[in-house]
Nanobody, 114 residues
């Protein structure tokens, strides 16, 4: 079982930025397909972004151009840089391993409010 620990959430105003981090306790982290999901109150959990390698990235349409996913394999860490945040981005953000194992982190709250 992969353990994932997220950090970096908080309360910000619209237009501001946050960077989320997720540290994975796993060997051979570089082979893992990683992703960020989010779940807003009353809504289903949705994929925000995923990363296999630096040139194999995916983003949901709602965050494309504002969020950037990246990874530092030496630190077993995946990041989500979130710019131009909107109130609709308010959610609990979860880190997840997609392959070769499926594991979830505990989540970190992001609140965007004036």
């Amino acid at each position: 079982q992969v353990q994932l620990v997220e950090s970096g959430g908080g309360l910000v105003q619209p237009g501001e930025s946050l960077r989320l981090s997720c540290v994975a306790s796993v060997s051979a982290f570089s082979i893992y397909h990683m992703a960020w999901f989010r779940q807003a109150p009353g809504k289903q959990r949705e994929l925000v972004a995923s990363i296999r390698t630096a040139d194999r990235l995916t983003y949901s349409d709602s965050v494309k151009g504002r969020f950037t996913i990246s990874r530092d394999n030496a630190r077993n860490t995946v990041y989500l840089q979130m710019n131009s945040l909107k109130p609709d981005d308010t959610a609990v953000y979860y880190c997840k391993t997609l392959w070769p194992q499926s594991s979830w982190g505990q989540g970190t709250q992001v609140t965007v409010s004036p």
